[in-house]
């Protein structure tokens, strides 16, 4: 069997507790494994030992279910160490599926380590129409909802807050996306996010900026004339949507 490879390029903290779980798994699906990665925070952007997660993606020759009922106690451990629930796939699952995710396959290209098998990833080819074609879905998807959400409780409830803010945090990815889109690099940093797409698409970053401010300090949205906010809102994500559907 391939010996585990790369964990030196790993934060130290991150490969300390990411071998004995890659053992683990090997000794569990050796035979089956064609390929392990680490990707996100793990590989060493932004990585805070003890409370950054650690992700991995194993690629599998075939699944059954078995697979996953064997994996249940290494992966319930793995919790306890900061090791998020592993992503299972096999190579032609993954290839079948870029073009549904093609901003989950696109954030862990960009950052990801081998650490065990072949890199089938560096061949896999996502397809800027597919990124561009689910941005504008995600963005129209959540300008929809936010609607339904004010005819439904109106200005008196914390739902709406709830709402505008899981709007902005499920946005983020496709905010990093556009920015690719648009042939520039994202920042690894939210704010710094916000500013770039504001910047790229002409929009008024002190809306999103607020969402974001808050999110951060744990504060109520609801202190501003909210029902102003909320306008303000829907048109940055009506101006945007329009420009990603002439990209």
């Given at each position: 069997m391939e010996s585990i490879k790369n964990l030196e390029q790993l934060?130290?903290?991150?490969?300390?507790?990411?071998?004995?779980?890659?053992?683990?798994?090997?000794?569990?699906?050796?035979?089956?494994?064609?390929?392990?990665?680490?990707?996100?925070?793990?590989?060493?952007?932004?990585?805070?030992?003890?409370?950054?997660?650690?992700?991995?993606?194993?690629?599998?020759?075939?699944?059954?279910?078995?697979?996953?009922?064997?994996?249940?106690?290494?992966?319930?451990?793995?919790?306890?160490q900061n090791i998020a629930a592993p992503l299972f796939l096999t190579?032609?699952?993954?290839?079948?599926?870029?073009?549904?995710?093609?901003?989950?396959?696109?954030?862990?290209?960009?950052?990801?380590?081998?650490?065990?098998?072949?890199?089938?990833?560096?061949?896999?080819?996502?397809?800027?129409?597919?990124?561009?074609?689910?941005?504008?879905?995600?963005?129209?998807?959540?300008?929809?909802?936010?609607?339904?959400?004010?005819?439904?409780?109106?200005?008196?409830?914390?739902?709406?807050?709830?709402?505008?803010?899981?709007?902005?945090?499920?946005?983020?990815?496709?905010?990093?996306?556009?920015?690719?889109?648009?042939?520039?690099?994202?920042?690894?940093?939210?704010?710094n996010i916000i500013k770039q797409l504001c910047a790229e698409f002409?929009?008024?970053?002190?809306?999103?900026?607020?969402?974001?401010?808050?999110?951060?300090?744990?504060?109520?949205?609801?202190?501003?004339?909210?029902?102003?906010?909320?306008?303000?809102?829907?048109?940055?994500?009506?101006?945007?949507?329009?420009?990603?559907?002439?990209?």
């Open positions: 934060p130290a903290a991150a490969a300390k507790k990411i071998a004995p779980y890659l053992r683990e798994m090997l000794a569990l699906h050796g035979d089956r494994i064609r390929a392990v990665f680490i990707y996100g925070s793990a590989t060493g952007h932004n990585f805070i030992p003890a409370i950054s997660d650690i992700n991995s993606l194993f690629i599998f020759d075939y699944l059954d279910f078995t697979v996953f009922k064997k994996s249940l106690k290494t992966v319930a451990w793995g919790k306890k190579q032609e699952y993954m290839k079948s599926t870029v073009d549904v995710f093609p901003i989950e396959f696109r954030d862990i290209k960009e950052n990801y380590r081998l650490v065990y098998g072949e890199d089938v990833l560096a061949s896999l080819e996502i397809k800027g129409e597919h990124i561009r074609l689910f941005c504008e879905q995600q963005i129209k998807g959540k300008l929809v909802r936010l609607r339904e959400a004010y005819l439904e409780v109106g200005l008196k409830s914390k739902e709406l807050e709830s709402v505008i803010r899981g709007s902005y945090r499920d946005l983020l990815p496709v905010f990093r996306s556009l920015i690719r889109l648009k042939g520039k690099k994202p920042s690894y940093e939210k704010e002409q929009l008024d970053e002190n809306v999103f900026l607020l969402i974001h401010t808050h999110i951060i300090q744990g504060r109520t949205i609801r202190g501003y004339p909210f029902e102003s906010f909320l306008e303000s809102y829907l048109e940055q994500l009506k101006k945007l949507a329009s420009q990603v559907d002439q990209l």
